[in-house]
DNA sequence: ATGGTTGTTGCACAA
């Protein structure tokens, strides 16, 4: 059994110590971080490894960043986009083989509003991040793509559609582009485990909304059918969000049975 | 109530 999870740690300088804790306890064979918001130089890859864990970081500093962290192998890592297509100027993407399944950590640009430049860049984005993979692999392989996507699937991934209505993160343009990924031969494991069940990853900090369940699922593991088929359960650890300094999304987990 | 919180080579901006 392969357990691979996404968590956005707001920042893994501040996160640190509950990062560390959690992996003790839930014992991940691969973990995808977002938003470390460090440098290269600052990533704690001793930490990880006297846990028994390799790790790559993609990191950029004050915002951004993104890791991989597996003590099922780390090959061949591949740090933004795939060579040919025109690179980001963000740490957003990172990319390497964990345990025969090719496995990418992502943060997809927030958006920020319709009509704000950031909007655009987050489309493109998503069209370049399908280009990554038609360039980097193949639907037919073990392939994992993970991490914060910024977009809520459908409106059962949002606690109050009439809240979001003409905002970011459920807009058809960013779901199409979504639905594109899935085109290319990735499902959406989480929902595909739990058709009809509200499930949230994110909970903004203010206003007391993990409280009162006020929350979107945006965190998404997405998996080939070849990885699907052995998807034998997934969950959120809201237990992640609770207690003091947490970050404002909660890891998903998937637990994929091995290759017989 | 168009509010609120958290993070950062922070004192404005991103989320």
């Known amino acids: 059994m392969t357990r691979v999870v996404t968590w956005n740690v707001n920042s893994l300088k501040a996160r640190r110590e509950r990062v560390l804790e959690w992996i003790a306890d839930v014992q991940p064979d691969v973990l995808c971080l977002q938003e470390t918001k460090m440098t290269d130089d600052a ?20 915002w951004n960043g993104v890791a991989i962290i597996s003590r099922v192998g780390l090959a061949d890592p591949v740090a933004n986009f795939a060579p040919g297509i025109e690179p980001d100027t963000d740490a957003r993407i990172v990319t390497a083989t964990c345990g025969g399944i090719r496995v990418s950590s992502v943060y997809v640009p927030n958006g920020r509003a319709i009509d704000d430049p950031h909007y655009t860049y987050k489309l493109s984005w ?19 793509v993970t991490g914060d996507f910024n977009i809520a ?22 779901r199409e582009r979504l639905a594109a990924l899935e085109d290319w031969g990735l499902v959406d494991i989480m929902r595909r485990h739990y058709p009809h069940d509200r499930i949230y990853s994110w909970w903004d900090y203010r206003s007391g909304d993990f409280h009162m369940g006020r929350g979107l699922r945006i965190d998404l593991v997405l998996g080939s059918a070849s990885v699907m088929e052995r ?17 404002d999304h909660a890891p998903v987990v998937v637990d994929i049975d091995d290759r017989a």
Not at 126 to 144: E, F, G, N
Not at 153 to 174: F, R
Not at 233 to 247: I, L, Y
Request: charged share 25%; no cysteine.
């Open 231 to 247: 998807a034998r359960w997934s969950t959120v650890d809201r237990n992640a969000r609770k207690g003091p300094s947490p970050s």
């Open 126 to 144: 998503l069209d370049r991040l399908r280009a990554h993979l038609a360039s980097d692999t193949d639907p037919s392989a073990d392939v994992i």
């Open 43 to 62: 990533f704690p890859a001793l930490d990880f490894e006297a846990l028994g864990y390799e790790s790559v970081h993609f990191g950029q500093g004050r």
């Open 153 to 174: 699937p459908a409106d059962i991934d949002v606690y109050d559609v009439s809240q979001l209505a003409m905002s970011t993160h459920v807009t058809p343009a960013e």
